[in-house]
């Protein structure tokens, strides 16, 4: 299992980003993903969460209405566009998959500051 995301980097508050996160190694379209973030000092959390094909759609309080996620099986890439972005979604963002054993790619820093 390979998961490799990009999309990171420095944004003012009110910006956005698209996160992206491509997989390999598995079989795709049949597995549920997510992406959880960690801040420094913080534990990792849950931040969406997506279903196989895509149907379901869950959230964190804190982005509900501000980030979406999306994934594009034919491409095997899940994203995560982050819109009225806060200094407080400042974190190392992951993505997730479950198959037997929980998968973490290397993550992507996002860093929202003026």
């Known amino acids: 299992v390979q998961l490799v995301e990009s999309g990171g980097g420095l944004v003012q508050p009110g910006g956005s980003l698209r996160l992206s996160c491509a997989a390999s190694?598995?079989?795709?379209?049949?597995?549920?993903m997510r992406w959880d973030r960690q801040a420094t000092g913080k534990e990792r959390e849950l931040v969406a969460y997506?279903?196989?094909?895509?149907?379901?759609?869950d959230y964190a309080d804190s982005v509900k209405g501000r980030f979406t996620i999306s994934r594009d099986n034919a491409k095997n890439t899940v994203y995560l566009q982050m819109n009225s972005l806060k200094p407080e979604d400042t974190a190392m963002y992951y993505c997730?998959?479950?198959?037997?054993?929980?998968?973490w790619g290397q993550g992507t820093q996002v860093t929202v500051s003026s």
């Open positions: 997506i279903s196989l094909d895509g149907d379901y759609t």
């Open positions: 997730h998959v479950l198959r037997t054993y929980n998968y």
């Open positions: 190694g598995f079989t795709f379209s049949t597995y549920a």
